[in-house]
């Protein structure tokens, strides 16, 4: 049965010339390996984090941290530094380098702690790894849940406080992840900027600092669950995108974050 275990490390590099879609010129980007692998009955362990952590600073932090990447790193000569393509160097740098028990399993990097590119090969190591890119957006909003399928004391009895007639607010997170290929001439899965419009135009707007039930067409009889907004946000971004040029992407996931402790993810299935 296959173990996964998963180090973290930052390092912080720059560019000479600012990208066209990523105008900054520098980021403190925060990396994580996965390695899965058996454990070994011996130690207990699928290997030792100090080699986990050897790797990473041979690999990822020696030569990447402090330099700028367009011009002072051989692998991005004629290859931009998306975080696309980091992550891609960082997947060919360090699969095959946790010996005979451990594979690499997944890179995960963040640029910012809201964009986090991800390759992963988690169930067969053997396989291409899938590149995700993950965007995480923020609204409040105030909701009641309320069915109207229900009676008002079946209402009261399930949904307890969240019934209360006046509705209450969070602030709700949540993720748009695609899956695809890079474009090789953008190094990029999808337009960043064209994705952000276009959320805004779709959940933003629409949400922000609204009563679900009251200011929305999607909720005014549909019950404003955390699982139906989830749903909802698919399915009006699937009809949106219809008309976008998307090249090699495709919407993979969406996840909310309701509060701390309540997380919901669907993937169109
Ligand atoms: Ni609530």
């Not at 925060?30 to 600073?57: F, H, S, Y």
């Not at 330099?67 to 000569?77: H, I, M, N, R």
């Amino acid at each position: 049965m296959t173990m996964y275990l998963r180090r973290r490390a930052t390092f912080s590099a720059g560019l000479s010339c600012p990208l066209p879609a990523d105008p900054g010129r520098g980021h403190d980007y925060l990396c994580e390996l996965t390695v899965g692998g058996l454990i070994d009955p011996l130690t207990g362990m699928v290997i030792n984090i100090r080699d986990v952590d050897a790797v990473m600073k041979a690999r990822v932090t020696g030569p990447l941290g402090g330099k700028l990447l367009d011009t002072e790193v051989a692998a991005f000569q004629g290859v931009l530094p998306t975080p696309e393509n980091i992550a891609r160097f960082l997947w060919n740098e360090c699969r095959d380098k946790f010996g005979v028990h451990g594979f690499l399993a997944r890179v995960i990097l963040w640029p910012t702690p809201l964009l986090q590119v991800a390759l992963s090969s988690l169930e067969n190591p053997h396989e291409a790894p899938m590149l995700t890119v993950t965007r995480t957006y923020d609204f409040s909003a105030s909701h009641r849940l309320h069915s109207l399928n229900l009676s008002d004391a079946e209402n009261a009895e399930i949904f307890g406080k969240c019934n209360w007639e006046n509705g209450h607010g969070h602030n709700y997170e949540f993720e748009v992840t695609f899956a695809g290929e890079a474009n090789p001439q953008t190094g990029q899965l999808l337009s960043l900027d064209c994705l952000d419009k276009i959320v805004d135009e779709v959940v933003l707007k629409p949400y922000d600092h609204k009563h679900l039930n009251c200011d929305t067409v999607d909720f005014h009889t549909l019950n404003p669950t955390s699982e139906n907004l989830t749903k909802v946000i698919w399915d009006n971004l699937t009809s949106r995108l219809i008309s976008v040029p998307l090249g090699q992407a495709r919407l993979y996931r969406i996840a909310v974050r309701e509060t701390a402790r309540n997380y919901f993810e669907y993937y169109g299935e």
